[in-house]
């Protein structure tokens, strides 16, 4: 029974919480922190975009990673919204998760012949990786978001989840498609 009272008053003190003891807390910071994580992530695939679409073979991959390079840039933007909105600095902390997918699909390009439709299945391969980290961090971040009571950052975190889960099934489309067919058949 004591112990019951004693669970009953830690949900009445969190729910109690103050905004100032909510930004103070371990989980905000933490939540924070992978903000910045996934800010830095963007802002590098971003840069990488423009190369992976001129390493590209077929005019379909190309214009797919023509189009999720401005929709990066939104997600970039909706980020710095959600920052806003929690009343913190938008800024990057260096994702190392990111920076190594990212050096895995530099030595794709590396690796494969130029004019090839093996190389566009290994930049699909790759881009998927990036859609995957992306999907499972921002699904994780909108969970947190929504059970801190961020409903603005609960919103947009989630309107950048569907498009990279669009991007993926675009992707997974392309590879179904013919890339993979062909890149056989060299
Ligand atoms: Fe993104
Ligand atoms: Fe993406």
Redesign the pocket.
Known sequence: MERLLQSNAYIKKQNIMSSEEMKNSDFHKFFVDELKDLYWAENA?LKELPKMQAAATSTDLKEGFAK?ESE?KL?IARLEQVFESLGEKAEGIKCDAMEGILKEGKSIIEDTSKDSMTRDAGLILAAQK??HY?IATYGTLKVFAKHMGHEEAEKLLGETLDN?KA?NASLTGLAEKFINEQAVAE
């Open positions: 695939v999720h990066t997600h990036v859609e992306e990279e991007t």
